[in-house]
């Protein structure tokens, strides 16, 4: 079993940037592929940008050009940059490894709260 561990978010006025991180802890060795998942208000959760080992990444056009992941093994923690944020953006943040059957896990943590608000 994975443990995720979510922190960064809070109120942020649109433009404004946010770095989030997520401390994974148990049986990481053999996931090759993470993401970070957003849920908005009403909505589904869907999943904002993943990356693989061997470094390559990719984010949903919403994101594009304004979210950045990246990995720290050492400390076995992801982040999420996040640059000139939207209202839209609003959402609580979670991670987990990432595959396609990723609607199906059942094993999150507790995310952490992103809100653009002016």
């Known amino acids: 079993q994975v443990q995720f561990v979510e922190s960064g978010g809070r109120l942020v006025q649109p433009g404004g940037s946010l770095r989030l991180s997520c401390a994974a802890s148990?049986?990481?060795?053999?996931?090759?592929?993470w993401g970070w998942y957003r849920q908005a208000p009403g909505e589904q959760r869907e999943l904002v940008a993943t990356?693989?080992?061997?470094?390559?990444?990719w984010y949903r056009d919403a994101v594009k050009g304004r979210f950045t992941m990246s990995r720290d093994n050492a400390k076995n923690t992801l982040y999420l940059q996040m640059n000139s944020l939207r209202p839209e953006d609003t959402a609580i943040y979670y991670c987990?490894?990432?595959?396609?059957?990723?609607?199906?896990?059942?094993?999150w943590g507790q995310g952490t709260q992103v809100t653009v608000s002016s």
């Open positions: 987990n490894r990432a595959s396609a059957d990723w609607t199906t896990y059942t094993n």
């Open positions: 148990g049986s990481i060795s053999r996931i090759y592929a």
């Open positions: 990356l693989v080992d061997g470094g390559d990444t």
